[in-house]
């Protein structure tokens, strides 16, 4: 199977990563929208193109891993490769999701390919598990737990405050409302009950922190309605203590049985050192699917709903009764 | 949809309770081996006949769902109803998933129909976990923790020591063990290490209560690798604290990315109040996918992993893609 990657911050790094860890995927190009000549990769097997040469439609590729932003990047750019290409994107913006798909699902129609959208952990497998879980134990509650991890957004957020050189914001949950739900108590949980926020920031010289304290801590949706720490370092320890982008969370589900009131807790929990190369690693198995169910017929836009879990691994029907069920 | 249960034991009742809650299903009747008249079940609406009708294949059921046993029933039940009917069983003999595999399949496509073999929790929702988890991480280590829950088998197997008038064994995880995995260190466990056995016995009036500490302990398979503890009680206190059938349980899976040796670890963990209602549940969610599935022309054997998950909710994928994703 031959893929592509579009983008190459620190997804399509990730991507590349997961890619060289499977014997069924040759990675063939990394695609740019800067100049070629200045994209160093690390497999050295595979080309820099520039995006550019998508566009004919000619890229001997069998599916296109788009690794670009959800705000501004992947609302036209999966529509259009969707009819050149199959294609995957980690579309994460939730309340678009309905346009996304239809625009997705039109041109990969078009073109008689399918575009999977919306990959990765959450979107991704949180979803799934949100959605096996109810179907098993319909009209129950779920929760869904970030963190702790750091919160790129957030981060952000904090930078383009006046006086702010660089910033790190992490999510955390709070283990007291896990522990809750776990308990099977179906709790009613506030945005502030269910997680904190710590930032750690480094200041420009001669800048006022209080004031930069206070402008995060009142920061509406981003900061305003939690408990937010911040915590002033250096641009050393920046680099030493918070260079990594570890993530995680919990899904948790509770829900009833019988007319005895049996409770069941379903809890699906991820854990990881980095966000970008885990989330790649879900694209890459999600993009063999995708490469599959073209090849057997399937046109159109589909998501982590669609995709029957065998079709994500290299192994036979076979082998995974054998070793997994 | 219109199901049909075989078999009225813990499972079958699990089977009705589930699809109780489930408005899209509608239990058309329980089918029993033993005298019809003597059976009571819960559902109102639902008629109790014989196992003798479903010979006909003329039953007005859409998916026949089998609750009998593993060691005798399944083997032959499943592959002969399957030629019928749409079918689903909880078949848990590992070692002869293949035969009963390759027989379900024959008899399904022989009647055009779809048959589902080894759902539930364990087979079931942990295998899915374990085959998601390494088609994103391939090469990681899987690890599956079961309890604390009562085990049937191995209380069946001290039932069966002279002398012995009740049994209950609870299998327990080890939480050190769990810790380590969960911490990735990726450790090699024995199975003494794993797990824990815990034993709670009526003995006969007069009965060598040392005699029969020691035959459990001793039991090859069953107990000798194992630590073991075996508490003595009365009949009342095993009525009152040992009637319910909790289970569940942990699969764990640790796996790398990149060059660096970023670590992720992946956990699905149940918690069940009634392991007979939850693997009903399980059962019942995926028995609307084969009716679905056969309904679109789909034919053969199938186990989770064919399965997409949207097949599981009576939700349509916009539903499913505004409330889950």
């Given at each position: 199977?031959?893929?592509?990657?579009?983008?190459?911050g620190?997804?399509?790094?990730?991507?590349e990563?997961?890619?060289?860890r499977?014997?069924d995927?040759?990675?063939k190009?990394v695609y740019?929208?800067r100049d070629?000549?200045?994209?160093?990769?690390?497999t050295?097997?595979a080309?820099v193109k520039s995006?550019a040469?998508?566009?004919?439609?000619?890229e001997?590729?069998?599916?296109?891993i788009i690794?670009g932003?959800?705000?501004?990047?992947?609302p036209?750019?999966?529509?259009?490769?969707a009819e050149?290409?199959?294609?995957?994107?980690s579309?994460?913006?939730?309340a678009?999701?309905?346009?996304h798909?239809?625009?997705v699902d039109?041109?990969?129609k078009?073109?008689g390919?399918?575009g999977?959208?919306?990959?990765?952990?959450d979107p991704g497998?949180?979803?799934?598990n949100?959605?096996y879980?109810?179907s098993?134990l319909?009209?129950?509650?779920?929760y869904t737990?970030w963190g702790?991890?750091?919160?790129?957004g957030?981060?952000d957020?904090i930078r383009?405050i006046?006086?702010?050189?660089d910033a790190?914001?992490?999510?955390?949950p709070?283990?007291?409302?896990?522990?809750r739900v776990?308990?099977g108590?179906n709790?009613?949980?506030?945005?502030?009950e269910?997680h904190t926020?710590e930032?750690f920031v480094?200041a420009e010289?001669?800048?006022?922190?209080?004031?930069?304290e206070?402008?995060?801590k009142?920061?509406?949706?981003?900061?305003?309605?939690y408990?937010?720490t911040?915590?002033?370092i250096?641009?050393?320890?920046m680099?030493r203590?918070h260079?990594?982008?570890p993530h995680g969370?919990?899904?948790?589900y509770s829900g009833?049985t019988?007319?005895d009131?049996c409770?069941?807790?379903?809890e699906y929990?991820?854990?990881?050192d980095?966000?970008?190369e885990?989330?790649?690693?879900?694209?890459t198995?999600?993009a063999?699917?995708v490469?599959?169910?073209n090849?057997?017929g399937?046109?159109g836009?589909?998501?982590v709903?669609?995709i029957?879990?065998a079709y994500l691994t290299?192994?036979?029907g076979?082998e995974?009764?054998a070793?997994?069920?």
């Amino acid at each position: 199977m031959k893929a592509g990657i579009l983008g190459y911050g620190n997804l399509g790094k990730g991507v590349e990563a997961a890619i060289a860890r499977c014997d069924d995927i040759e990675l063939k190009a990394v695609y740019t929208r800067r100049d070629p000549s200045g994209l160093k990769i690390k497999t050295p097997t595979a080309l820099v193109k520039s995006a550019a040469d998508l566009d004919s439609g000619k890229e001997d590729i069998d599916v296109l891993i788009i690794c670009g932003g959800s705000a501004t990047d992947l609302p036209g750019m999966t529509p259009k490769y969707a009819e050149l290409y199959n294609v995957i994107d980690s579309f994460d913006t939730h309340a678009n999701i309905p346009t996304h798909f239809a625009n997705v699902d039109a041109a990969s129609k078009r073109g008689g390919k399918v575009g999977l959208i919306s990959c990765g952990w959450d979107p991704g497998m949180f979803s799934l598990n949100r959605l096996y879980a109810t179907s098993i134990l319909p009209g129950g509650s779920d929760y869904t737990f970030w963190g702790k991890g750091v919160s790129q957004g957030h981060s952000d957020a904090i930078r383009r405050i006046e006086g702010v050189k660089d910033a790190r914001q992490y999510t955390i949950p709070v283990e007291e409302a896990v522990d809750r739900v776990r308990n099977g108590e179906n709790p009613e949980l506030s945005t502030r009950e269910k997680h904190t926020r710590e930032c750690f920031v480094v200041a420009e010289e001669g800048a006022d922190k209080a004031k930069i304290e206070e402008q995060i801590k009142t920061m509406p949706n981003y900061f305003a309605d939690y408990d937010t720490t911040v915590h002033f370092i250096s641009e050393e320890e920046m680099k030493r203590d918070h260079s990594g982008l570890p993530h995680g969370g919990s899904v948790l589900y509770s829900g009833e049985t019988g007319t005895d009131g049996c409770n069941h807790v379903i809890e699906y929990r991820l854990q990881l050192d980095s966000n970008p190369e885990f989330t790649g690693s879900v694209l890459t198995a999600y993009a063999r699917a995708v490469a599959r169910l073209n090849a057997e017929g399937v046109t159109g836009a589909k998501t982590v709903f669609d995709i029957a879990p065998a079709y994500l691994t290299p192994l036979s029907g076979d082998e995974i009764r054998a070793h997994f069920l």
